[in-house]
């Protein structure tokens, strides 16, 4: 079922100097359930993309649709954790914002925490967590909203390659067990398809759709042994393919 319908959405960015056109006639769906990734080059438009969805910034033309009522999670590119509060604080600042901390929202951010295993971290300070860590506390927060879809830009594009697989794995199952509709950008070919369940290649700037596919993988495997099936390189390959390389 169609959650969301993005339809002809293009925006330019009027500077003093210069228009920028960062989007060029987008169309396409976002499905109640699946994970849909979004790739193409740094600048094409990714973020602005998302700003959209949100209503943070509005589209020169075009409209967005929803075929019923959506509470948006956004795990904004560099939204990092606040340092000078504790986990806990962290966790709950998106209800603090929203003034929904209520005795309810507040006991399902202590059962994120615990089953994610944060919960006797939740006087800690960012700091002292690992980036695995941080990035599960920033996602934690913006659960707890209770989102009906997830919007994550770039998440894992601050941490190392190993961690990226580990958090990979342990986001992929936090979205799977809640079944929450996402939207995940990246500019990391390999990191999408292990994660998406369809995958959108954007062309580079201006943004238009290059290409849309299905990833064809057991949806029951986590995205580390995802990465090990056949039809993740031919998949890899042909998405490499559509990319405009800087070169
Ligand atoms: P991506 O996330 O894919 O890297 P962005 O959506 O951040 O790309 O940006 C798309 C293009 O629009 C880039 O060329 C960027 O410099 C430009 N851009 C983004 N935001 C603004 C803004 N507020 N004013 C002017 N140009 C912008
Ligand atoms: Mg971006």
């Not at 699946?34 to 602005?48: A, D, F, H, P």
């Not at 649709?65 to 986990?87: C, E, F, H, R």
């Not at 615990?114 to 006087?123: A, D, H, Q, R, T």
């Not at 290649?201 to 056949?230: A, C, D, M």
């Amino acid at each position: 079922m169609i959650l969301i319908n993005v339809s002809n959405i293009s925006k330019t960015y009027h500077t003093p100097t210069k228009e920028v056109i960062a989007l060029d006639d987008l169309n396409f769906t976002i499905n109640e359930g699946e994970i849909l990734g979004i790739v193409g080059t740094s600048g094409c438009g990714k973020s602005t993309l998302l700003n959209i969805l949100t209503n943070l910034e509005k589209s020169d033309r075009g409209s967005i649709t929803s075929s019923k009522s959506i509470v948006i999670g956004y795990m904004m590119q560099n939204d990092a954790l606040l340092p000078w509060l504790n986990v806990y604080d962290n966790a709950i600042l998106g209800l603090k914002l929203k003034k929904i901390t209520t005795k309810d929202n507040l006991a399902y951010v202590d059962n994120l925490l615990k089953k994610y295993g944060l919960y006797e971290f939740k006087n800690e300070y960012p700091n002292s967590l690992s980036g695995g860590m941080r990035q599960r506390v920033a996602l934690i927060r913006t659960l707890a909203i209770r989102p009906n879809i997830l919007l994550l830009d770039e998440p894992f594009s601050k941490l190392d390659i190993d961690s990226r697989i580990t958090i990979s794995d342990d986001v992929y199952k936090i979205i799977k067990e809640l079944g929450i509709t996402t939207v995940l950008i990246s500019h990391d070919i390999a990191e999408s398809i292990s994660l998406s369940d369809r995958i959108i290649v954007l062309t580079k700037r201006p943004g238009k759709i290059k290409n849309i596919y299905e990833v064809n993988i057991n949806e029951e495997t986590i995205p580390s042994k995802r990465r090990n099936s056949e039809y993740f390189l031919e998949l890899y390959q042909t998405i490499w393919g559509d990319i405009d390389h800087v070169s």
